[in-house]
């Protein structure tokens, strides 16, 4: 794995350049999206011990992820959504079934594709279709994302806190594409009823930045009979990095995947 490491605040950021496949002679697919200015350092642990439980898994880096904030800043929401619709209508043309798993803005994105795709389940974690600041996001970001490009990541989160974490991907909002995923996320919301795959959705008590009520929002927005809720109480936002709760995370994944695969 090509991590790239350097220094941010005392703390290290945490990147990856790299797509990841495992277990790629299984007809049991598992599309895995990771969250926004993130890479597949989110997801790739995640990938590879779901390809150690027997699934097809791959682990990829959305358009303007990976890479740099300036490429972020230019990517489309049609970007994102072709990207990841061409994704998984490859991994259909090759396996039986079908899974996703998609986290913070990958969690939108595993929505919109639920929507799209006879899918055989999904898990949506982290989700964010409300946003923590709604004046920054919903006013302040479409007027000036175009003269204000980048905000710092630490200013997310309260004084108290903000020098004890780790920031993963890039270390700013890239504005112009946060400015797209609030645009995906007005989208999708108009499109959970259309979901009805059968659906885990995932979330952590303590969340610093997606809020709880997007539990209730996806839980109670999609249409699927089959659909449970799974709350953390020691991970943060990252659900599937190294974390005190990564083991019950990734245990209830495959438990649930097992579930439906074998019916």
Same mark, same amino acid.
């Given at each position: 794995? $090509?991590?790239? #490491?350097?220094?941010?605040?005392?703390?290290?950021?945490?990147?990856?350049?790299?797509?990841?496949?495992?277990?790629?002679?299984?007809?049991?697919?598992?599309?895995?999206?990771?969250?926004?200015?993130?890479?597949?350092? #989110?997801?790739? $642990?995640?990938?590879?011990?779901?390809?150690?439980?027997?699934?097809?898994?791959?682990?990829?880096?959305?358009?303007?992820?990976?890479?740099?904030?300036?490429?972020?800043?230019?990517?489309?929401?049609?970007?994102?959504? $072709?990207?990841?619709?061409?994704?998984?209508? #490859?991994?259909?043309?090759?396996?039986?079934?079908?899974?996703?798993?998609?986290?913070?803005?990958?969690?939108?994105?595993?929505?919109?594709?639920?929507?799209?795709?006879?899918?055989?389940?999904?898990?949506?974690?982290?989700?964010?279709?409300?946003?923590?600041?709604?004046?920054?996001?919903?006013?302040?970001?479409?007027?000036?994302?175009?003269?204000?490009?980048?905000?710092?990541?630490?200013?997310?989160?309260?004084?108290?806190?903000?020098?004890?974490?780790?920031?993963?991907?890039?270390?700013?909002?890239?504005?112009?594409?946060?400015?797209?995923?609030?645009?995906?996320?007005?989208?999708?919301?108009?499109?959970?009823?259309?979901?009805?795959?059968?659906?885990?959705?995932?979330?952590?008590?303590?969340?610093?930045?997606?809020?709880? #009520?997007?539990?209730?929002?996806?839980?109670?927005?999609?249409?699927?009979?089959?659909?449970?809720?799974?709350?953390?109480?020691?991970?943060?936002?990252?659900?599937?990095?190294?974390?005190?709760?990564?083991?019950?995370?990734?245990?209830?994944?495959?438990?649930?995947?097992?579930?439906?695969?074998?019916?």
């Amino acid at each position: 794995m $090509e991590i790239i #490491e350097g220094k941010l605040n005392r703390k290290m950021e945490y990147f990856d350049t790299k797509n990841y496949e495992f277990n790629t002679e299984c007809k049991n697919g598992v599309y895995i999206i990771h969250g926004f200015t993130n890479s597949t350092y #989110e997801t790739r $642990e995640l990938a590879e011990y779901l390809g150690n439980q027997g699934f097809y898994t791959h682990a990829i880096n959305l358009p303007g992820h990976g890479t740099t904030p300036e490429d972020c800043n230019r990517v489309k929401i049609t970007d994102w959504l $072709e990207f990841t619709e061409q994704g998984v209508a #490859e991994m259909s043309a090759r396996c039986d079934k079908v899974y996703v798993i998609g986290i913070s803005m990958g969690s939108v994105l595993a929505l919109h594709l639920s929507s799209v795709f006879p899918l055989n389940g999904a898990v949506f974690a982290s989700t964010v279709l409300k946003f923590k600041d709604y004046f920054s996001t919903q006013i302040f970001t479409p007027i000036f994302h175009r003269l204000v490009p980048y905000r710092d990541k630490r200013l997310s989160y309260k004084k108290n806190v903000r020098d004890s974490l780790n920031y993963y991907g890039y270390k700013v909002w890239p504005l112009s594409a946060l400015n797209e995923m609030r645009k995906l996320t007005n989208q999708v919301k108009k499109e959970l009823h259309k979901i009805k795959c059968p659906a885990l959705v995932l979330h952590s008590e303590i969340d610093l930045l997606a809020l709880q #009520e997007n539990i209730s929002i996806v839980y109670d927005g999609i249409s699927s009979d089959i659909k449970e809720k799974f709350i953390v109480k020691q991970a943060n936002h990252n659900l599937f990095i190294t974390n005190p709760d990564q083991d019950l995370i990734f245990k209830k994944i495959t438990s649930f995947f097992n579930q439906l695969r074998n019916n």
